[in-house]
């Protein structure tokens, strides 16, 4: 029996045409020509960046871009496709998910952190920014990162099986709001690619669990806090004045920037809206890391990471500052770079104004050339009210997120910096799109990157109203999805995020390399074969291991007894394309998948005697419901 | 301060101009007439079904039909809508969801159901199969109900809110598979609507947990199951031979009749597959119940739910038995009514076959009229390879789903009958559609009620392979929509589904009435107002009430100590359509959101001293970020 083939004639009895033959083994095809373990869907024709923009895929078409998107407080990270607005995936990190098993297979639980009990650490998660690592300054498509501003986490997840492999807690930080990783190293010119990952700490916070200081808000600060790309550890951290939220990184690699709100450190919201500047800090990461390893770095609490200080107070001389803090109008929300690599946005969201700062203005303060942090800012056009968030299409205009105007404002980065020098005719604005409704982030295809190609926007609203079906009193949340090609814009398609929509980037489609199936390599202890299918038994603790071939288990019974420790270990054998299987136990809270190739376990206490059957979850074949098999728990 | 603007002047100090003022305080107008309870959105327009069918539906514009999804093993329901495809709604269900907190409030948990520790039973579900309450033969809108095939619970949605707010786990059934509701009264004329849920029981178990038996597959049986749909309790269970699957009801409420494969009980797939024929088995739900009245039932296990015994050896004479078990060709997969109320069609998942069931012809059987079982059935057309679940467009045709094919075939019912009869000429199949790849259930517009309307078709296909942009090993399936308004069917749009896209039904959107704002008083604690807000201490239990207004919490500081058991109770005061506040407290795996109005609340041990930032999750108001407090812990 071909195991592979979905219907095969011998598995079903009945005749299949030649057309549907074809059909339902065609899938095999395309690993043909890569042997047996893992195919590489190497780069699919980039998109045409000269084509014109559409609104609707058609049946059988892809889609030009994806859209990597941060799903909030759902945990989630998700893959929509660009323009369909299509969902083409939802990777679990922060949350528990029992579709793949995530938070229930022991490979999943240990990368999401466990108690001392076994049980998991936190199946919450509110996860803000994504962003994935870059090479020559645009996406190599190697790693993505999430943040998570609950239980500040930071999580990576690998671009070629598109799934979480790590997730690191920052010590000593509350609400991790902005991270960006750097785009090539400050010293080094050979390393050209990422290799720090930077995190910005909102909630200024006490270092101490107890005593006066947890109380009192004089005593608190902030941390911007540095992560080793590959090996995912805290390198640093650098104590801070005022809250961090958004972070963007300068493309030589020398600088990150953090838009700050609530310098007066107040933990009432009238408080943290009283001074009129709050601040946009530039962190020099060469002179971090050589007062590093100058041994000018102490440490905080439990934690063995090294701390710098980036105070204002202690960095007045700009020679030999960590920091600069630049005052950028009334709680600033959103810093974001420019393709060129000349400026950084930052927006003020309680005034109407866009503060432009020189990339070649910072350097020239760190080298003390400038007398005033403010001499560093180009450009502070008026251009509406609420801005938050900026995208860039490439060609020298800016596009800003209005949360109260609720719109998209089209400006021009020259115009601003002509009008700053004193040009009143310069027309800054260019044009202006209401979107539904409140914006919050806004980006543009490829618009992080050198490659920025100016032809979609995303505007990812807090609110949707009446745009959609109603639903009850939770509203879904509005992607629109904007035609930035032309002098006008133009809203092609209102999509629907499950709350929240909050922050993307949309990365062409060729810079994603994906593979399709496992390496069985990939599980120390991957079941080669049904034939190594077996349970071994030491004391109370039984593994079962077990194969997956559509549509069998290696085993259709095994026994344990009541009060055991079960382990099993499942590998799906099948190597054909989305032939994944499930694995499911009445009663017993088990359920998880394995990719083809893949290798999973799960780990529970044989609590309940009797006989329940196991049964394959994830459609799999013809036969799919007769793929199952009894566990037995004896009394 | 008017709290209930977003961003309104007095809050942001900067000026708003008139069409964002109306823009932004838009949302109070929608619920000005209402008084300050709960609005209900009454009907929007119905759809106009004889409208040509669409393929896009344009920025702003609703879409004409909701469809109601199961998502398989991600545990949750969805809500789409037609033609857009658009996901309007994640129903959290069975899986554990941050983003709204379920699982993780008490009031979400309370319904999931817990262990004596009080953590949750379950994290897992596998959702199979979703239907609405009806009322004179179509969709009332109050009642969704949907089934957990892998712990054998039956969950409700209310129609109003679109949550789920009962589960029911059933006893002595393993693999629930197929439910439906009734669609009236089987005795009572006057009970026109929905009071019955019915539950098949796919996989047989033995109802002892120790002995013999539990071993012994011949000792093995199946449960058909009553669940009573307003108090979700479970009203009686039948014992019968084979293996159920799906569930169809008849019009006038007397029967339900489920396909069965497996009726040879055997515990292998090869064994499942011997005979030639398995059966649809319909049973008669006033005689169950005229049965269990007379005290003919008797009991399983530790469960005290009335069972009777519906096998073919007691149930041998028709004019007293309370099951028919009709012979249908190799392991049949999906029956369903015709929207005339006159047919059950069952199809043969290993045949090619379907079978057409006369409903007039099984009420003759129960009489004694008719010699054979096999006398029921009226025709059994050859439609095509792995024929599995039937839609009808109200015009006497029907489409089923071909799994090897993959295909949608349109076949003719009366053409059917009529080739049965031995008219040869009859054109029986009219037409098909490949769809892309490999069918599961297939769906129409209203095509399970009275009022079907011939418009739309989805077929919710198990494998995408290369329709979308690869996302590495595992795939995204796809729902296809196809309009089926004309003699051909032409296939509209390839949407992504989250695995999987189980079963689902479409619903004309006039059917469904939620409101959009809570009541306050559908929680027992709800703050009704900020001076209500309070901390009550008893011993080590403490028990914060707070309330929610956008940008602030009713506290922004509180004070427990370490080793207390911490209950957060929050109320959302606003009463702005759409304002929703979240509740994350750093570090203690704590977030939930509070719709309108509504009051939720989550319990704790404060584990950890020091202190712990509490904020606002989900987007409220220009100064959302704002939005936190502080939590001390005392060590």
């Keep these: 029996m071909s195991t592979n083939e979905l219907g095969s004639k011998a ?9 549907r033959r074809f059909l339902n083994t065609a899938a095999l095809a395309g690993i043909a020509g890569s042997g047996l373990g893992a195919t590489v869907v190497t780069a699919r024709a980039a998109t045409n960046v000269n084509a014109p923009v559409k609104s609707e ?30 969902t083409i995936k939802r990777i679990p990190v922060f949350n528990v998910d029992p579709m793949v098993g995530w938070g229930i297979t022991n490979e999943s639980k240990k990368i999401m952190g466990l108690k001392p009990d076994g049980s998991l650490k936190y199946m919450t998660g509110d996860t803000h920014h994504v962003h994935g690592s870059y090479t020559d300054g645009t996406y190599d498509g190697k790693y993505f990162w999430v943040n998570d501003k609950l239980n500040g986490r930071l999580a990576r997840i690998r671009g070629d099986y598109l799934e979480c492999d790590q997730i690191t807690e920052v010590p000593n930080v509350q609400g991790f709001h902005g991270l960006f990783p750097d785009k090539r190293d400050p010293v080094d010119p050979k390393i050209n690619h990422t290799t720090r990952v930077f995190c910005g700490g909102e909630f200024h916070v006490p270092f101490t669990a107890a005593g006066p200081d947890v ?21 640093w951290q650098v104590k801070v004045d005022g809250n961090m939220d ?46 590093i390893k100058a041994g000018k770095s102490f440490t905080l609490g439990d934690s063995k990471v090294p701390v710098v200080d980036g105070t204002k107070a202690a960095n007045k001389d700009p020679r030999t500052a960590l920091t600069l803090y630049v005052p950028v109008p009334k709680n600033p929300h959103g810093v974001n770079m420019s393709p060129d690599g000349k400026y950084y946005v930052c927006s003020g969201k309680l005034s109407p104004t866009a503060t432009v700062i020189s990339h070649e203005l910072v350097q020239k303060w760190f080298k003390g050339e400038l007398k005033d942090p403010r001499d560093t800012v180009v450009a502070e056009p008026e251009i509406g009210l609420g801005p938050l968030h900026t995208g860039f299409d490439g060609r020298g205009n800016c596009y800003t997120s209005l949360f109260l ?22 027309q800054v604005v260019l044009d202006r799109i209401d979107v539904h409704y409140q914006p919050g982030h806004t980006y543009c295809s490829m618009g992080e990157t050198k490659e920025a ?49 909050h922050d993307g980037i949309i990365v062409r489609r060729d810079k994603v390399r994906t593979k399709q199936i496992c390496e069985l390599s990939d599980h120390p202890l991957a079941v080669k074969s049904p034939n190594d299918s077996r349970i071994d038994r030491k004391g109370n603790k039984v593994t079962v291991y077990l194969t997956a071939i559509a549509p069998t288990y290696s085993k259709t019974e095994f026994t344990v007894k009541r009060g055991d420790e079960v382990t099993i270990v499942l590998t799906n054998l099948d190597k054909v394309e989305d032939l994944t299987h499930g694995f499911g136990i009445q009663k017993y809270n088990v359920n998880f998948i394995v990719n083809p190739q893949q290798t999973a376990s799960v780990t529970f206490k044989a609590e309940h005697a009797g006989m329940f059957w196991y049964y394959c979850t994830h459609f799999c074949h013809a036969l799919h419901l007769e793929m199952r098999g009894r566990m037995i728990v004896e009394a």
């Excluded at 598995?11 to 057309?19: A, N, Q």
């Excluded at 902030?222 to 590959?230: K, Q, R």
Aim: charged share 25%; hydrophobic share 35%.
């Design 405 to 426: 105007d609720s719109q998209i404002v089209k400006w021009n980065l020259d115009k601003a910096i002509a009008q700053y020098k004193g040009d009143k005719a310069a």
């Design 453 to 501: 190609d100016g032809r979609y926007l995303n505007s990812g609203n807090k609110f949707s109203k009446d745009r959609f079906l109603p639903v009850g009193p939770l509203h879904v949340e509005t992607e629109q999805l904007i035609d930035i090609s032309g002098d006008k814009m133009r809203l092609l398609q209102d999509h629907t995020a499950y709350c929240e929509p």
């Design 215 to 235: 109380k009192d808000p004089k005593k608190y600060a902030c941390l911007f806090t540095c992560i080793d790309a590959e090996t995912m550890q805290v390198r």
């Design 11 to 19: 598995d079903l009895g009945v005749p299949i045409p030649g057309r």
């Design 246 to 291: 958004l972070c963007a990184t300068s493309y030589d690699g020398k600088y990150a920037a953090l838009n700050q709100y609530n310098t007066e450190n107040g933990v009432v919201y009238q408080d943290m809206m009283e001074a009129e500047r709050d601040a946009c800090v530039v962190f020099d990461i060469a002179r971090i890391e050589a007062a």
């Design 57 to 86: 895929v058609k049946p059988g078409e892809l889609d030009d871009y994806y859209l990597f998107a941060s799903g909030g407080h759902s945990g989630e990270v998700r893959v929509y496709g660009v323009p369909s607005g299509r």
